[in-house]
């Protein structure tokens, strides 16, 4: 077990039984007398058969799930700190007693931590630190600079003493002292991605004594590998594929979760290869690009030996139909966009077969159909190159080459990243709207309901927020929790707003004012999305 180097050993010198966990600005530091016997052997916590101490926290609402001690680390991300008076012995207070109690050094670890209550899990420990004898509940004085408590022992040595009630108060006092705000924003485009978001608007929440919960997400386009591993919730391979233009390129799969890579769930996000933000506006051609690199992607997840792959479509430079990308996995298709024009037909006959033996996703971040004045050329082929006269070519040859394949045109997601959604439901994948799928991915239902408030944010909230972007997808599914939640956006549309708060969004504010330079604007973002939180929880707790 590592250890700190300032953490391992006593005053004394002797070595740690357990590590200490003292978060920054922690909401509550828990403090025992010592290590139990069975938590000294194990090297975690309050792990003793029949304590309490983990179930409690959990069903008091100090967490949001259960938390295994084994895991206790974990617990400093909810802003739960962990010390003992005794560092050095484990055993029970008959076994080991009292002379090894520092209660100087807990009182150096709650002011350093900037703790807002110190809790004694026991009569023992309560009247030893505080030098009197204690009742269950809060305190009169100050301990380290943070409210006292005493709590009754969870330990199952003392079950006949046990009283929740204590705890579930303690825990009320918690969340009116600091509250929780889970910060879930999308990328600003051109200014943050989402995790630098999240980070922004946590600094602003600890401004106004709130608890930061960061849980950057995305809609399934480009930044949704970013999330996932911002989140700690992914391991990024780096394999090769060729970028639009055809050129290799390094490129990002994620397998996601952790433990054995064989046999998981990988994330494929096609703007890794094929990004349009990664051609320059003057060499955007959407003759010339093809979808082939996603396919190059989905490849190395195969031959990573994956189970599951999920592929988000968003923010790609082709308007090919997903030929390149049918292409590269065997099909008889076109390799780019002037070969779909040419000749829009596929055939999946000699298509990796490994296909049929996954669990294909398609993610996509737009519900648009293929074809029509929302598909794939008119909504979206002129951002990638398309000139006017090539638009009504590529709607014509797209809805040729979704008959070719014998896709329905018109199911959402079928015109996401230029008809990549159309050729993944060609060969067999179920499709999702991204920001939900990453919703669900991130566990963002139960952390909503746990925490006060949720912060989302993005660059600009106007009409296609409402059709299925992330922002959309969280203020629904927190008003679906109970949990009020604020809307940030670097320009926000007043209808859009209108429809937000409809839906139940509590505020939808603008970072700055309206009109001004756009690199201004995106220069001052991070600033601003910290004062705008600090402000959101300010309103919301009434501070």
């Not at 530091?29 to 916590?45: E, I, Y």
């Not at 006292?148 to 929740?164: C, E, I, K």
């Not at 959402?412 to 999702?432: C, K, Y």
Request: with cysteine; glycine share 14%.
């Amino acid at each position: 077990m590592s250890r700190g180097a300032d953490e391992a050993r006593t005053a004394d010198g002797r070595p740690h039984v357990l590590d200490d966990v003292l978060p920054a600005g922690a909401r509550v530091l828990f403090c025992g007398t010592a290590a139990g016997a069975v938590s000294g052997r194990l090297g975690a916590p309050y792990a003793g058969p029949g304590n309490r101490f983990w179930p409690t926290l959990h069903g008091a609402g100090l967490l949001p799930a259960p938390l295994e001690p084994l895991a206790f680390r974990e617990a400093a991300r909810y802003g739960i700190a962990l010390t003992d008076l005794n560092k050095a012995d484990s055993g029970s207070d008959a076994e080991i007693g009292t002379a090894g109690f520092d209660a100087a050094a807990v009182a150096r670890k709650v002011a350093a931590c900037g703790a807002r209550v110190v809790a004694f899990t026991s009569k023992t420990a309560g009247a030893t630190a505080l030098g009197r004898p204690v009742d269950s509940g809060p305190q009169p004085e100050r301990f380290g600079g943070a409210e006292a408590w005493v709590l009754p022992s969870p330990s199952g040595r003392a079950r006949r003493f046990w009283d929740v009630a204590p705890w579930r108060a303690l825990a009320a006092r918690v969340d009116a002292l600091a509250p929780v705000v889970l910060c879930a924003p999308d990328k600003l485009r051109g200014a943050v991605d989402a995790a630098e978001a999240a980070d922004a608007l946590a600094r602003g929440v600890v401004r106004a004594s709130g608890w930061p919960l960061t849980l950057p997400v995305a809609d399934g386009g480009e930044g949704t590998l970013d999330a996932f591993l911002a989140g700690g919730r992914a391991t990024a391979v780096t394999v090769r594929a060729r970028d639009a233009h055809g050129a290799p390129t390094d490129a990002r799969i994620a397998w996601l979760g952790g433990g054995d890579l064989i046999g998981g769930t990988v994330l494929v996000e096609a703007a890794e290869a094929i990004a349009l933000a990664a051609v320059p506006e003057h060499a955007r051609d959407v003759g010339r690009a093809s979808s082939a690199g996603a396919g190059d992607l989905v490849r190395a997840a195969l031959d990573g030996g994956a189970a599951r792959i999920l592929v988000a479509v968003g923010g790609t430079a082709s308007v090919d139909g997903g030929a390149g990308f049918l292409r590269a996995l065997g099909a008889d298709a076109p390799e780019d966009g002037a070969g779909l024009l040419r000749d829009p037909r596929g055939d999946l006959t000699g298509v990796d077969p490994r296909l049929a033996a996954v669990d294909l996703e398609l993610l996509y971040d737009v519900d648009a159909p293929l074809c029509g004045p929302d598909g794939a050329a008119h909504r979206f082929g002129p951002q990638k190159g398309a000139t006017p006269d090539e638009v009504p070519a590529y709607d014509a040859a797209l809805r040729a080459w979704a008959r070719s394949l014998g896709v329905d045109p018109d199911l959402p997601g079928s015109g996401a990243a230029g008809g990549l959604g159309l050729a993944l439901r060609a060969v067999g994948a179920t499709a999702r709207p991204g920001a939900e799928a990453v919703l669900d991915l991130v566990g963002f239902d139960a952390l909503a309901a746990w925490s006060s408030l949720v912060l989302t944010a993005e660059g600009s909230v106007d009409a296609s927020t409402l059709q299925g972007k992330t922002v959309d997808a969280v203020v629904r599914r927190s008003v679906a929790a109970g949990t009020p939640v604020a809307v940030l956006g670097g320009r926000v549309e007043s209808a859009a707003a209108a429809q937000l708060r409809a839906r139940g969004a509590a505020a939808v504010t603008p970072l700055g004012p309206a009109g001004r330079p756009l690199d201004a604007a995106l220069a001052a973002a991070a600033a601003e999305l910290e004062d705008r939180a600090a402000e959101a929880v300010a309103a919301a707790t009434g501070a």
